[in-house]
């Protein structure tokens, strides 16, 4: 579980983040979601531990992140697996050479041990023959599912990512949003993911919190976002045609 | 009166300042980012393989430029000196000596470094540069892995293999002046290899060596500077190369002038 108490962030005279609350629960899947400038990847990379909050606290199962000394923190980061928008793989390294890094990297592993966990987590991923290959051979799509196997081979205890699906066609957005949620609760992880697709919110978000100019300015559930009044909110989440008919739909149908 | 009132405001105005500021800025950067390389090391076994690759790409890779290059300056110092020799009074053998000595001194340790600094310096701020903008490297910090000593680290120790880069530079060189003398008529081979051997100081070759070593370090560090801390696209990466290529020449050419002042002087 994460817990966040009234995080601010600014960068000279730009405060971005103006006092976030909230808390990611365990097994769930999270979502961010707001407008381009609203404070999601700052908030995120606040949560990876890549940006110190100015004010404000990030607690971990209990661990408040600025109370630990430096080497807690290089051991925190590595229960932490990340999915970055444009797959961040190693172009020097190979399918199997992305996924075995951070085995490689922290722990003792002999390498049949690492060859066992890379073949299982890339089979979970559905990615079986593309070992050899290297991350420009592969289609977008791939990709992620490689970041995604890179993410998760350690066994992480938080799982964030960072527009899983931009720049995929619908049919493997849906497929790679139905495989974060399931590994969230295969492996009961605190997931927690950056998104601008509205697919993905009501499809998976167990948890949405809704940003506007650096305040949360909303926090519920994918059923609930289809009854708020928010304004904000459904400015947001219903500015295509498309939505606002599935959101009369359902109202609809709840009266 | 009044130029010195402008230069003094122009040294005061705040476009200068900021600029200042930028730089000086920009130098404390550098030297924590030296710092931040030698701590919380890379597990050996990785550590040893990226090494590896480092001193194929960045010495090896450079073998055939740096071989290319020195066979014609020895070539062109060897031809320039003999047609400046016009007295009869002035023995042949001076010619080898002038090549040995320019060789030596400047060309091989000097002139291949800033060749590098083109080749290899560019190569490193692009590759860097392109690991920033595809988030490889914030990739490598989420995962609690200190990206700097991974990246920079295997850079500065493979370029510790650059002196014996200079020495074929050295041997090479002074074998081009030697083609240059002896099938260009300028000298016979006897009284070149004669100059070769006159008065020579082995203090030259250490002292070539320890500008060569000093100057691998410039070269392994400052591109990777400005490919580390770049921002922006694809458009910055090729910026960056540009800049990084000028910024190690410059600290190249001062720090030559330094160490000589220092070990000759």
Redesign the interface.
């Known amino acids: 579980m994460i817990e966040v108490e009234n995080v601010h962030k600014s960068f000279g005279e730009h405060h971005v983040l103006k006092g976030i609350s909230t808390a990611f629960e365990k097994g769930k899947t999270n979502l961010i979601i707001g407008q381009s400038g609203s404070g999601k990847t700052v908030f995120l990379k606040c949560l990876l531990g890549l940006f110190e909050p100015d004010e404000g606290q990030i607690c971990y199962n209990g661990q408040y992140y600025s109370e630990l000394s430096i080497k807690e923190r290089r051991n925190l980061r590595q229960e932490m697996g990340m999915v970055f928008q444009g797959s961040a793989l190693f172009d020097s390294m190979t399918v199997e050479g992305n996924v075995m890094f951070p085995l490689d990297m922290f722990t003792n592993q002999s390498k049949s041990e690492m060859q066992d966990r890379v073949d299982f987590v890339l089979k979970r991923v559905n990615l079986i023959d593309a070992h050899k290959k290297f991350p420009a051979e592969i289609s977008g799509g791939m990709q992620k599912r490689v970041a995604i196997a890179r993410a998760i081979v350690m066994n992480p205890k938080y799982l964030f990512c960072d527009e899983p699906n931009s720049g995929l066609d619908p049919k493997t957005a849906i497929l790679i949003d139905n495989l974060i949620h399931e590994i969230t609760q295969e492996y009961d992880i605190t997931t927690v993911i950056n998104t601008h697709d509205m697919n993905s919110v009501m499809e998976i978000g167990e948890k949405i919190i809704f940003l506007k100019n650096g305040f949360k300015e909303w926090e519920g559930t994918n059923k609930e976002i289809f009854k708020t009044d928010n304004q904000a909110v459904t400015d947001f989440v219903y500015s295509s045609e498309l939505f606002k008919k599935v959101r009369q739909m359902y109202i609809e149908e709840r009266n | 009166m009044k130029v010195k009132c402008s230069t003094i405001f122009l040294f005061l105005s705040p476009q200068v300042h900021n600029k200042r500021m930028k730089y000086l800025e920009a130098i404390g950067k550098y030297f924590i980012m030296i710092w931040e390389v030698f701590k919380?090391p890379?597990?050996w076994p990785?550590m040893r393989s990226l090494i590896l690759k480092e001193i194929d790409e960045l010495i090896f890779g450079a073998m055939g430029i740096i071989i290319f290059i020195s066979f014609f300056i020895g070539g062109v110092v060897t031809i320039q000196t003999a047609l400046n020799l016009n007295s009869p009074f002035l023995p042949k053998s001076l010619i080898g000596f002038a090549t040995r000595q320019s060789v030596i001194l400047e060309f091989a340790p000097t002139f291949t470094s800033i060749i590098m600094a083109g080749k290899v310096g560019s190569y490193i701020t692009s590759s860097i540069g392109?690991m920033r903008v595809?988030?490889?490297i914030?990739?490598l910090?989420?995962?609690?892995?200190n990206s700097l000593n991974y990246l920079v680290f295997p850079k500065i120790i493979a370029t510790m293999m650059y002196p014996f880069a200079v020495a074929v530079s050295m041997f090479v060189g002074i074998l081009g002046g030697w083609v240059a003398a002896v099938f260009g008529g300028y000298a016979p081979s006897g009284e070149f290899i004669k100059g070769l051997q006159m008065d020579f100081d082995s203090f030259h070759v250490t002292y070539a060596f320890i500008k060569s070593i000093v100057f691998a370090f410039v070269i392994a560090t400052v591109p990777s500077f400005h490919g580390y801390y770049m921002k922006g696209g694809a458009l910055e990466v090729g910026k960056a190369s540009t800049t990084s290529f000028v910024w190690t020449s410059v600290v190249i050419i001062i720090v030559n002038y330094v160490l000589t002042q220092l070990l000759l002087g």
């Open positions: 919380k890379t597990k990785i392109t595809t988030e490889q914030d990739a910090e989420v995962m609690g892995v």
